[in-house]
């Protein structure tokens, strides 16, 4: 069974930065796409930046420039540095592994973690 454990968040003032870590167990790591979502209140969960096996990113406009993911498969562990935080990345986050539709559409696979709780003041 996956488990995904996300950790890392907190408050931060705007212009700040936070690391964010997600600990990957019960899949094969080093061949999943990983990718990092945030649901704000009030809002649908999206998603903000994935990874693929080969260390490909991608981000969403909004954080592109600021946020980095990356990926240590030794440690089963994918992480989203988050700099120049912005009262509007408030939001919980969370981690899961990715897959892909026919038409290149990417989707979570696994149930939800916690997640990790990211406030940004201004």
């Known amino acids: 069974q996956v488990q995904l454990v996300e950790s890392g968040g907190g408050l931060v003032q705007a212009g700040g930065s936070l690391r964010l870590s997600c600990a990957v167990t019960?899949?094969?790591?080093?061949?999943?796409?990983m990718g990092w979502y945030r649901q704000a209140p009030g809002k649908q969960r999206e998603l903000v930046a994935r990874i693929t096996t080969g260390g490909n990113t991608n981000y969403v406009d909004s954080v592109k420039g600021r946020f980095t993911i990356s990926r240590d498969n030794a440690k089963n562990t994918v992480y989203l540095q988050m700099n120049s935080l912005k009262p509007e990345d408030t939001a919980v986050y969370y981690c899961?592994?990715?897959?892909?539709?026919?038409?290149?559409?990417?989707?979570?696979?696994?149930?939800w973690g916690q997640g990790t709780q990211v406030t940004v003041s201004s």
């Open positions: 899961n592994r990715l897959g892909i539709t026919y038409d290149g559409n990417y989707y979570a696979l696994n149930y």
């Open positions: 019960g899949s094969v790591f080093s061949s999943d796409v």
